[in-house]
């Protein structure tokens, strides 16, 4: 399994534009610790509201898990700037525009 560092763009407080709500998850792909993320998000009022995207925006593969087990998110959920700039590590990283839309994986340039 993976290492995932999620991003869900805004929070309640502050809207689209302010500090983020971010997580790590560890899941086999980036789609599924998406889900994961937007699952422990569905009842959370505090961090769902208006103005705030209703869904994950940004995974990062961050490297290989050396737990062994069941996807899960394993910190989070934390509201701050997501300052995990994957491409300027150049880490995988996939991004979305809407909520329904395909993940894109970001791609590097030689």
Same mark, same amino acid.
């Given at each position: 399994m #993976?290492? /995932?560092? &999620?991003?869900?763009?805004?929070? &309640? #407080?502050? %809207? =689209?534009?302010? *500090? @983020?709500?971010?997580?790590?998850?560890?899941? *086999?792909?980036?789609?599924?610790?998406?889900?994961?993320? @937007?699952? /422990?998000?569905a009842d959370? =009022?505090?961090?769902? %509201?208006?103005?705030?995207? @209703? /869904?994950? %925006?940004?995974?990062?593969?961050? %490297?290989?898990?050396?737990?062994d087990g069941e996807p899960t998110v394993i910190h989070g959920p934390w509201v701050a700037h997501a300052i995990m700039r994957c491409y300027d590590m150049k880490l995988p990283c996939w991004h979305r525009l809407e909520k329904d839309s395909p993940w894109e994986l970001v791609k590097w340039e030689p």
């Open positions: #993976k290492i /995932y560092f &999620i991003c869900r763009w805004g929070n &309640i #407080k502050e %809207g =689209p534009n302010g *500090e @983020d709500t971010n997580f790590l998850v560890i899941a *086999e792909t980036a789609s599924e610790a998406a889900i994961l993320a @937007d699952a /422990y998000l959370c =009022p505090w961090h769902n %509201g208006p103005n705030v995207h @209703d /869904y994950c %925006g940004s995974v990062t593969e961050l %490297g290989t898990s050396f737990v």
